[in-house]
């Protein structure tokens, strides 16, 4: 594995999300909610606007549902991402002295905060170790033969004990772009891939070959 993360590091350019909240834990914290069945291009100028406005627990509170939900408009679920970064605001305030959580407990402990989001905060916003566990890192780790594991969840438990320490921050970053780019859930491009050479391809199936127009001459 340690081979394959090399390479991808080579391979990719890092993840914007890493410029857009400058590793500041509450940003990386409300940026990841919104990011939830969001595409990048879509989540990151919502973030944009939405962090001119507030940036801090203190700023997004003063804040009204409808204008935080015009801001990030038109993310996935944008109501409901607007109260949940309300909320978690305001627990932050109370229960936390304002100040982003830096253990996964906590973090949980805040509305729409999940295990992936927890431990992208601890890793990019406190730059503590952490292993971010999505539908990428989760299909392309069990897709390379490293693990055989049937969740994310258990992916990531998995991989906290067999992955080495150095590789843990990084493993989200290269894994999302390679899923994004390369090594898509179905039709993976292996034929450009920068470490085929080191996959299994576990349930990998062929890509799907474009249909082509047919014409049918009547006699």
Same mark, same amino acid.
């Given at each position: 594995?340690?081979?394959?993360?090399?390479?991808?590091?080579?391979?990719?350019?890092?993840?914007?999300?890493?410029?857009?909240?400058?590793?500041?834990?509450?940003?990386?914290?409300?940026?990841?909610?919104?990011?939830?069945?969001?595409?990048?291009?879509?989540?990151?100028?919502?973030?944009?606007?939405?962090?001119?406005?507030?940036?801090? +627990?203190?700023?997004?509170?003063?804040?009204? +549902?409808?204008?935080?939900?015009?801001?990030?408009?038109?993310?996935?679920?944008?109501?409901?991402?607007?109260?949940?970064?309300?909320?978690?605001?305001?627990?932050?305030?109370?229960?936390?002295?304002?100040?982003?959580?830096?253990?996964?407990?906590?973090?949980?402990?805040?509305?729409?905060?999940?295990?992936?989001?927890?431990?992208?905060?601890?890793?990019?916003?406190?730059?503590?170790?952490?292993?971010?566990?999505?539908?990428?890192?989760?299909?392309?780790?069990?897709?390379?033969?490293?693990?055989?594991?049937?969740?994310?969840?258990?992916?990531?438990?998995?991989?906290?004990?067999?992955?080495?320490?150095?590789?843990?921050?990084?493993?989200?970053?290269?894994?999302?772009?390679?899923?994004?780019?390369?090594?898509?859930?179905?039709?993976?491009?292996?034929?450009?891939?920068?470490?085929?050479?080191?996959?299994?391809?576990?349930?990998?199936?062929?890509?799907?070959?474009?249909?082509?127009?047919?014409?049918?001459?009547?006699?």
């Amino acid at each position: 594995m340690a081979e394959v993360l090399e390479t991808l590091e080579q391979t990719y350019d890092f993840h914007p999300m890493g410029a857009l909240t400058q590793q500041n834990p509450y940003k990386v914290l409300v940026a990841c909610v919104l990011s939830l069945r969001t595409k990048d291009e879509v989540m990151i100028p919502a973030s944009e606007r939405l962090f001119a406005v507030a940036d801090t +627990p203190e700023k997004m509170v003063a804040l009204s +549902p409808e204008t935080i939900e015009k801001l990030v408009f038109p993310c996935g679920f944008y109501k409901t991402k607007a109260r949940s970064i309300i909320d978690f605001s305001q627990k932050l305030l109370d229960d936390f002295d304002g100040q982003t959580p830096s253990t996964i407990d906590e973090l949980l402990t805040l509305k729409g905060v999940g295990r992936k989001t927890a431990n992208l905060v601890v890793g990019l916003g406190h730059g503590l170790p952490a292993i971010c566990v999505d539908t990428h890192v989760h299909r392309i780790c069990n897709r390379l033969g490293y693990i055989q594991t049937k969740t994310p969840e258990e992916t990531e438990m998995v991989l906290r004990e067999k992955l080495p320490l150095p590789y843990w921050k990084v493993i989200n970053t290269v894994m999302v772009l390679h899923g994004q780019q390369t090594c898509k859930p179905i039709g993976p491009r292996c034929d450009v891939c920068k470490v085929a050479h080191l996959c299994r391809r576990v349930d990998v199936k062929p890509r799907p070959i474009p249909k082509q127009n047919m014409t049918i001459t009547k006699k």
